[in-house]
């Protein structure tokens, strides 16, 4: 089964995340040696979404598909995760 969200990384300072239609860019800068995952890099969507809510929720949701994507797929092994 696919996930309900798709992710690419178009350079190496940024990823691009796609849920329901939606655009959000993450600033992480992957020529650091330790990736550091957290809420705080959920800031909003691109427009013509950007007026849309994210939750707390919406932020865990997100980031964890984010660390899921870099580890199980990518194979990525610094990563760290902070969910707090």
């Known amino acids: 089964m696919s996930p ?3 992710i690419r990384i178009p ?6 995340y796609q849920e329901q239609g939606r655009v959000m860019v993450l600033e992480i800068d992957f020529r650091d040696p ?3 995952l957290d809420r ?3 800031r909003g969507w691109q427009p013509p979404d950007r007026d849309l809510a ?3 929720t919406d932020q865990v949701r997100i980031i964890s598909n ?7 797929q990518r194979g990525f092994d610094k990563v ?3 969910l707090s």
Do not use: M, N, Q
């Open 34 to 36: 330790v990736l550091y």
């Open 40 to 42: 705080t890099l959920v």
């Open 66 to 72: 984010v660390y899921d994507y870099l580890v199980r």
């Open 54 to 56: 994210i939750t707390p």
């Open 80 to 82: 760290e995760l902070d």
């Open 4 to 6: 309900d969200y798709e």
């Open 11 to 16: 350079h190496f300072y940024c990823l691009e």
